[in-house]
């Protein structure tokens, strides 16, 4: 079972989140010019890679926040959480 | 090459079965192949095997990093249906039922198809009503498909749970008869066989590193076993997709995630279907061992991981013991998990790209196994022919760009839920 420090409870069980996906994708701005592949980047394509992943949960049976949560695909070590309005640097 | 038959396997028990021929060879890679199939799991080995049969394209290589039939093909829950609502889905797959019930012969290698039936169970009236459309939609191409109520469903599957004051009662269900099961392994075996005694080279223990591109064509590809040429090369690397595209620098409409299954203690012969549960994510049958073969949902995030989590596990039995209470007495025999492609509409893609000569086959979701024989056939197809089937024209890369997608279960990107 994975163990994630939530930014605003501290260290909880997976139970009580829920998977929100990559954190990296970022919406285009509302109202800008953009093409199709910049709209299929958004809404579909996803590197997936294996290592390390920015991701995005939501504390649902805690706060309820949505937080960043840095995690190994393949070891499910979490190196790093954020708030959700806070930066990945 | 040997024919398997019942002679054979006389003649081979009167010398201590110690002169039976390889299988398959173990050969040095050569130098430039006509085609490359990346991935010797099921879906590679049966398209190198229509390559051959179909298209008599032998000069072919199945470059594999582990050992064949050692992914996914080799840890599923081994069920076969065609049971699909929209045409693309259905038709493919159905076209795919006729090769599962040719397979054993075409192959001389008992896959041990068993078409036993499968039953999606409904648990509410609203669900009553899409199963009948669904099944109405399969009839209408050609599908086997039969809607049963609460009593019809008791009577084949009496051991679930009938009882009056459950959270989800049993209000009928869809079965598609001609759907079972099959022994998973003997299909990349008996199509590796077969490929094998064609001329196709099955080249284990070799990791691709690069691929060679150059003018928007595809060269070759960089091997841990040297440099590998070839003017089309064929992907069908289920869990490893993302890793090899980003080699390409292609990013795509997939997501790699981890599916988890089960079996339990080998019991007596209880369950002769495969059953699904209609309020969750939990499907089983019991297998010629006697095991229950039970599997469900997804881990829920990014995994490359192979091995499950507990949650999830705990979460999936809980819903098949809703279903059917005895399995609380059994004891967990194993549990394993793969990683799988997880496509942005839960169908896969059997396409071209935009690389001449780079050819893909990805994305299956939970419905891989079932698809091994049209999958391999149609990615021949696609490949020899420098174009797709009509039965895949439908599993296209650029849906996603122009909108035609196949949502069978009207889930949207979020390949994580099911």
Known sequence: ?89 | MQKYSVFSLVKNALSNHENWDLAWKDPTPKKEYDVVIIGGGGHGLATAYYLAKEHNITNVAIIEKGWIGGGNVGRNTTIIRSNYMHDDNALFSEFGMDLWRRMSQDLNYNVMFSPRGIINLAHSDAQMNTYARRGNSMRLNGIDAVLLNREEVREIIPMADFSENVRFPIFGGLMQPSAGTARHDAVAWGYARQADDMGVDIIQNCEVIGFDVSAGKINGVRTSRGDIKAKKIGLCVAGSTNILAEKLNMTLPIETHLLQACVSEPVKPILDKVVTFGAGHFYISQSDKGEMVMGGDLDGYNSYAQRGNLPTLQHVLTEGIAMMPFLSKLKMLRTWGGIMDMSMDGSPIIDKTHIEGLYLNCGWCYGGFKATPASGWTFAHTIAQDRVHELNAGYSLNRFNTGHLLDEKGLGTKTWIS
């Open chain 1, 1 to 89: 079972m994975l163990h994630i420090k939530c930014p605003h409870c501290g260290m909880r069980s997976q139970n009580e989140f829920s998977y929100g996906g990559d954190a990296t994708v970022k919406r285009p701005e509302l109202g800008k010019e953009i093409s199709d592949q910049d709209w299929d980047n958004f809404v579909y394509n996803r590197k997936s890679l294996r290592g390390k992943h920015w991701e995005l949960w939501q504390h649902l049976s805690g706060c309820r926040q949505w937080i960043k949560v840095q995690r190994d695909t393949s070891t499910h070590e979490i190196f790093k959480t954020l708030k959700a309005n806070e930066d990945i640097s």
